[in-house]
């Protein structure tokens, strides 16, 4: 894909301002150095990847979703290479650069631990026969202002959920990804407080908004989008959809998630998608539509949790947003 001078703009927008230009510099060489050495280690199957087409990931049928909204989603090429997954660097184009023949997705298993009945690890291949897919069309919207709409593969979080039982002590849930150096040249990035950690309350992880994705465009997801599954909380941040899940933990008190670690003042617990609450370095009030065929992506109106207002809202009265960002 073009690296289109728009794009360019807004890339490393959740890190600017909290680091030195010379830190991020030196941060990247130690990636690409990393990634070298990977390299160096197996030819042919540590060798960076060159984007691939839809048609080269398995198929994954889904049933179209009650929750989609209407509207055309950016094409493949562009939700599969223009990514943030800071485990694989830090440009939009390191993830589906590095990810590809390095996150090795099977075998896969998911912790579930913590206040439930039922703990338990499932296997990757078990979860995607938990619940019927459904293909949610949503749109994607990263703090940094941009979005884009894609379709997702998935089902609701709350079919897990309910399967193991969570007991009434239970308030939230945390879900960690993959941390594996070996695999993982962005580890090497110390700014960053590692484990990539996220967390929702227990209500939102049970709204049915709250999609368990494992693919995408009819498709198992490509590893750079968070293969071989992540979370589609489609009301809130980006940084709050989580990739490559391994663990999900309930618990009772708030957990601290990376960015709340990293950035407390930046990046809230809640991160509900909101107009009126900038963030502290740019305004929310509108965001830059990517995927268009305009030479410079047209801007939109930020809406209200995403657009979801009417079906989010009520978990939220009473609560003052600008306080519980
Ligand atoms: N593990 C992990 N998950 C992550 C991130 C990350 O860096 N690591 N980035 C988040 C951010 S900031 C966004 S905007 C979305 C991007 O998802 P996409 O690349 O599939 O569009 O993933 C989120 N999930
Ligand atoms: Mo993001």
Same mark, same amino acid.
Do not use: D, I, T
């Given at each position: 894909m073009a690296r289109s001078d728009a794009k360019r703009l807004i890339r490393g927008d959740h890190l600017s301002g909290q680091i030195t230009p010379e830190s991020v510099a030196h941060s990247r060489r130690a990636i690409v150095l990393a990634g070298a050495a990977l390299a160096a280690a197996g030819p042919g199957l540590l060798q960076a990847s060159t984007p691939k087409p839809a048609s080269a990931y398995a198929p994954l049928a889904a049933k179209p979703s009650r929750y989609s909204i209407l509207e055309r989603p950016v094409p493949f090429e562009e939700a599969s290479t223009y990514n943030n997954f800071y485990e694989f660097? %830090?440009?939009?184009e390191d993830p589906a650069y590095w990810a590809p023949g390095r996150l090795k997705i099977a075998p896969w298993k998911v912790t579930v631990e913590g206040l439930v009945a039922r703990p338990r690890e499932f296997d990757i291949d078990e979860l995607r026969k938990l619940a019927p897919m459904e293909e949610r069309i949503t749109r994607l919207r990263c703090v940094e202002g941009w979005s884009m709409v894609i379709p997702w593969v998935g089902y609701s979080l709350s079919e897990l959920i309910r399967r193991v039982q969570p007991l009434g002590s239970a308030k939230f849930i945390e879900f960690t990804t993959l941390a594996d150096p070996k695999q993982m040249p962005? %580890?090497?990035?110390? @700014? %960053?407080?590692?484990?990539y950690r996220e967390g929702l309350r227990m209500d939102e992880a049970q709204h049915p908004l709250s999609l368990l994705a494992f693919g995408m465009y009819g498709v198992m997801l490509p590893e750079q989008n968070g293969a071989p599954l992540r979370l589609m909380v489609p009301w809130k941040y980006g940084f709050k959809s989580s990739k490559s899940i391994v663990k999900i933990r309930f618990v009772e008190a708030q957990p601290p998630t990376l960015w709340t670690l990293t950035a407390p003042k930046e990046y809230g617990?809640? @991160? =509900?998608? =909101?107009?009126?609450v900038a963030h502290p370095r740019w305004s929310q009030a509108t965001e830059r539509v990517l995927g268009t065929d305009a030479l410079f992506a047209p801007r939109r109106k930020t809406e209200l949790f995403n657009g979801y207002a009417d079906l989010v809202a009520p978990m939220y009265a009473g609560m003052d947003l600008k306080t519980f960002y």
């Open positions: 660097g %830090l440009e939009k962005g %580890l090497s990035y110390r @700014a %960053l407080r590692w484990p617990f809640y @991160a =509900n998608v =909101n107009p009126e």
